[in-house]
């Protein structure tokens, strides 16, 4: 079965008895990390206990089918609580094995799978979405919303608060593995101590890195169709080690946030207005832009940005094309498509 969003919090808490087998999928591994393991112990409060977790791989299975049934039959050494089998890095290749072990799972263990990103049309996921005893839980880069509930979730377990613009800079510059998103939040509670706050600069000077900036650079040169700067930001973002996909999402989540505030500006509501409501706020040296671009992209050049990027990315997954060259173009083409747009806003204000 195929788990809705908004039933994955409540079932990573307390899973369903009657399922049997959970695959974590997506393109954040920290989230399937994150989630795989709040799973886990819910069937075995020691994750590392030998007697009642049997860690497999993809390739470990490949070779030998028979242990995940073998593991999952197994009943628990020591007595008093679920046997848990882990299973990582599986794909497609393991599909088969799979759709037999749930057509009728032995035992009563919890098997946890773990996966990379998978297309719709994979036949893994298929095979834990078709069975009556499965689920299958995507796990995607948290939206700013989400993220924004992360930090303040995380640094409130040390009694950390953070500035409203030391929120928003984290929340812009993280994100993209839930592991690391974590992992740097812990690394500020500890700059912070027990009890501290943490300013602007604190957030700059702990998690900024060239690759996010970077980022940022080639989102904004591309919506506001500076090519040359693109250009120039992209080269080092690719030299930084950030993926295409990682460059489409970003381009994809800014131009969805431009495209909601559009409407508004559309509806009446005066850009100023529209940019101090906006939720999660945005970051104070972010403004300048955002409003550069709300006076010269409206929202039908934006719906077809929007789904040139989402065709872009299945063209990743899809195509024996280079990556970056998929993403290279996509964004050139949005960057051409600003340019009009801006020259037309500039005609318009020298004419009036």
Known sequence: MKLPAGRVDGFLRRP??????????????????????ALGHTASPDLHDPFRVADLTGAALSTDP?????????????GGGQRLVRVRDIGDGQSTLFS????????????????????????????FED???????GCYPDGARDLAEVVRETLAVHRVTASRDATDFLVGHLGSDRLV???????????????????LADAQLSVADSAALSLDDAVFA??????????RSLRRVFEEGESPVTVIRAVLRHLQRLHGLSLRVAAGEPADTVLRGARPPIFFKQQDN?????????????????DALVTAEAQLKTTGMPAETICRAVLFAIAAAAKPQLARNSASSRSS
């Open 16 to 37: 369903d008895p009657n399922i049997r087998a959970v695959l974590l999928y997506g393109p954040d591994a920290g989230l399937v990390r994150e989630r795989a393991n």
């Open 66 to 78: 028979a242990r995940l049934h073998d593991e999952a039959a197994q009943i628990s050494l020591m």
């Open 100 to 127: 037999r072990f749930l057509a009728d799972p032995p035992g009563g263990a919890l098997v946890v799978a773990e996966a990379a990103d998978l297309p719709a049309r994979s036949t893994l996921r298929r095979a």
């Open 131 to 137: 069975a009556a005893s499965a689920v299958a839980i």
């Open 181 to 199: 998103t974590r992992a740097e939040l812990e690394k500020l509670t500890l700059y912070a101590g027990d009890g501290g706050r943490i300013e």
């Open 222 to 231: 591309a919506a506001e169709g500076n090519t040359d700067a693109l250009d």
């Open 290 to 306: 955002f409003r550069r671009q709300l006076s010269f992209w409206s929202e039908p050049p934006l719906r077809r940005q929007l």
